[in-house]
């Protein structure tokens, strides 16, 4: 006869276990000894590693004493549910380790290469990290609109690379982020990005090119977008009355004012 200590060690499991069995009926208590203490015997003893068996392969507590319990018949259906069960977790947490691991390729995870090529290219001129982050979420935004479509969009994206006024434009918003929000220069800084952004508008605009939103015919991406600029940073607001002074409603979209400001 066993002590519980010897019979946990036998099984290979912890006393704290044995009791924990015990508590929730899956294992009987012996009765105690003239000395007070319990008594475990062979059958205990096969119990235990039955129970220890079927929990280590995953079948729940709640389930083990149906199992012990069954004719092999029904313990053999039993077991091939909880097979396919384990199956499909199986299937669950690998799909989830494949996304761990593309965590470690950053903005990979939810963007294709040829956008992430884009944010390395921005990297690559200096841009702050804060507006590649920025820019980063707002291809996110579209992403999730258009998954299939974030590709097509890049050829122009990098051209527009090759345009001394975006590399401007890029590394001016890199400074104002970067600013203090108390800076006294940051208002000129504003004004110099609003001239900027309108000048490529009216360019844009003159030679005949649709708005992305509008030729998509869904401009609520772009509200988004526009939405995380002034979340993410107070002073997207001025810049937002800066471009309407200038006849254009915001940054995000290329959309003239209907009555410019006189």
Known sequence: MLTIGQLAAYAGVTVRAVRHYHQIGLLPEPARDDSGYRRY???AVVALIKIRTLANAGVPLA???QLLEADEPSFAEAVERID???RDEIERLEASRKQIAQLTAGDSLMLPPEVTGYLDRLREMGVSE???RGERDGWILLGARWPDRLRDF????FALLDDPRQVQLYRLISELVESDPSDVAAESRLAELADLMAGLFEQAYAAGEADVGE????????????GLAVETDPRARRLLELMRERGWTGWTRMERLADPPG
Do not use: C, E, N, W
Request: charged fraction near 20%.
């Open 130 to 132: 804060r507006v590649v």
């Open 154 to 157: 890049m050829p122009g994206k």
């Open 63 to 65: 389930r083990i004493g």
């Open 84 to 86: 396919s069960q384990l």
């Open 215 to 226: 030729a998509m015919g869904d401009t609520l991406p772009f509200d988004l977008m526009h």
């Open 41 to 43: 015997g062979a059958t």
